[in-house]
């Protein structure tokens, strides 16, 4: 069964923290991506990564950098978190581009910055 | 005009009653689309591609429009189970790489 999971489920950060979210799959996969949800916006693309230490900006990239050190783990990192950046953080993965593939999606974290 | 519109509903509907949702998209390039299905604070899953010829998988059938720009889902016999959130979904080019944008969702809440 294919899986992609998440750091953690829920969590509540300061403003002004560095903040990392770590997503891990199992499925070998070259493509993965984060995503933030929110209400009235869907979803949006905030970074995507198509091989190990490779990276491309998605449409909402601004206030977060990415790290792919190893095919499995895409971690999202916010350098210094502000009250806008409170979401759903989903990673999700792909075989290929994502144009072609199934994403195959992690629980999300529901981010809470205060 | 937006890359991807849906109508959010809700679309509430009797068990039973079939419904149609509707996705327009902008980028005429696009080659293939797709339905997501999501349930309520759950991720997102694949319900079905939409092919140029259609694609039908059980009550559900997914149909593409290319001179109006549109996608559809048709649910036949709707059943509880089926409330949901569903997702259009577009691939796009962004520089030399594929990416695929969500719509916002249109909310399914079939009625006993």
């Known amino acids: 069964d294919v899986k992609v999971t998440q750091s953690s489920r829920y969590l509540v950060k300061r403003t002004g923290e560095k903040v990392f979210l770590e997503c891990v799959q199992d499925?070998?996969?070259?493509?993965m991506f984060w995503y933030r949800q929110d209400p009235g916006l869907g979803l949006r693309l905030i970074y995507f990564s198509y091989d190990v230490k490779m990276k491309e900006k998605g449409d909402i990239p601004e206030g977060y950098s990415v790290s792919r050190e190893k095919k499995e783990r895409f971690s999202l990192i916010l350098e210094s978190a502000s009250t806008n950046q409170t979401s759903m953080y989903l990673c999700?993965?792909?075989?290929?581009?994502?144009?072609?593939?199934?994403?195959?999606f992690g629980p999300g974290t529901r981010l809470t910055v205060l | 005009r937006k890359e991807v519109e849906q109508d959010p509903g809700p679309f509430n509907v009797p068990e039973g009653a079939t419904v149609a949702f509707n996705c327009t998209y902008s980028?005429?390039?696009?080659?293939?689309f797709f339905w997501y299905r999501q349930d309520c604070r759950k991720e997102p899953k694949l319900l079905m591609s939409?092919?140029?010829s259609g694609n039908e998988d059980g009550r559900f059938t997914a149909q593409l429009n290319r001179a109006s720009q549109y996608i559809s889902l048709l649910i036949r016999d709707s059943k509880l189970s089926d409330s949901a959130t569903y997702l259009c979904v577009v691939p796009q080019r962004s520089g030399g790489y594929q990416k695929v944008t969500f719509g916002i969702g249109t909310k399914l809440q079939v009625i006993p």
């Open positions: 499925m070998d996969h070259e493509n």
């Open positions: 999700a993965s792909a075989a290929r581009a994502g144009g072609s593939n199934e994403q195959f």
């Open positions: 939409v092919y140029s």
């Open positions: 980028n005429s390039a696009s080659q293939s």
